[in-house]
């Protein structure tokens, strides 16, 4: 069975295809068979970023595809322990239709509340399609003090929601390593590598309950 985990989000530039290629790396290092449905066919953001990975001749390497939708990335994905949805914002009726297939459904936000009261409206929106909310969990990115994480933590908890554990700051470096065809797992600076590994760890750790 292909475990299927989606990043969807209103709001764009949240962290999606980073948190996407992010997971990819970590399951394919784990030893699972990983592939990235870039649904984002106008960007291809981490289509391009595999041809970077490529050219750099980044190990491990990952496999990522375009595809129009949910649907024909699941016919395809047989082959794979874990499909990786990276999806489009600002996509109501897609973001439903991925959620109605996804294992789970990962939202990164920013912690201000300007991006976490839209956030929350999302999830509440797939509550009422119906997706259980043990399927829906956020991920905080774009942090620069541990006190904003912290605020917007409890926010979204109030709100009812799980958040993963860890947080992902927000740093040049994880851009640089992104430019080069790199997760932000695989930065030059070890400390960065781990502090993203612990919110992707936290997030495999999430499914292996589930499943
Ligand atoms: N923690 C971080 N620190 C620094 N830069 C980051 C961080 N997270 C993401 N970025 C950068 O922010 C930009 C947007 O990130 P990303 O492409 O992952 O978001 P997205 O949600 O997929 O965006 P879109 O909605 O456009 O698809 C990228 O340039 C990425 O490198
Ligand atoms: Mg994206």
Redesign the pocket.
């Known amino acids: 069975m292909t475990t299927l985990i989606a990043f969807v989000?209103q709001k764009?530039?949240?962290?999606?295809?980073?948190l996407s290629r992010a997971l990819a790396r970590e399951a394919a290092a784990n030893g699972l068979s990983v592939k990235i449905a870039d649904l984002?066919t106008q960007?291809g953001?981490s289509v391009e970023w595999h041809r970077r990975r490529l050219d750099g001749g980044v190990e491990p390497t990952i496999s990522v595809e375009a595809y129009r939708t949910a649907e024909q990335a699941l016919a395809q994905a047989d082959r794979y322990d874990l499909l990786i949805i990276d999806a489009?914002?600002r996509a109501s009726e897609g973001t439903r239709r991925i959620a109605e297939k996804a294992d789970l459904v990962v939202q990164?936000t920013n912690p201000a509340l300007d991006d976490l009261q839209p956030a929350v409206l999302v999830f509440h929106e797939l509550v009422k399609a119906g997706i259980p909310k043990s399927r829906l969990v956020f991920a905080i990115?774009?942090v620069l003090t541990e006190a904003e994480e912290g605020a917007a933590r409890l926010y979204l908890q109030d709100a009812g929601y799980t958040v993963l554990d860890g947080y992902?700051?927000?740093?040049?470096s994880?851009?640089d390593a992104?430019n080069n065809g790199r997760a932000i797992t695989e930065t030059r600076y070890p400390a960065l590598n781990t502090k993203a590994d612990q919110l992707i760890q936290s997030l495999i750790n999430r499914v292996d309950a589930d499943g």
């Open positions: 989000s764009g530039g949240v962290g999606k295809s980073t984002d960007q953001t489009p914002a990164p990115n774009h992902i700051p927000s740093k040049t994880y851009r992104q």
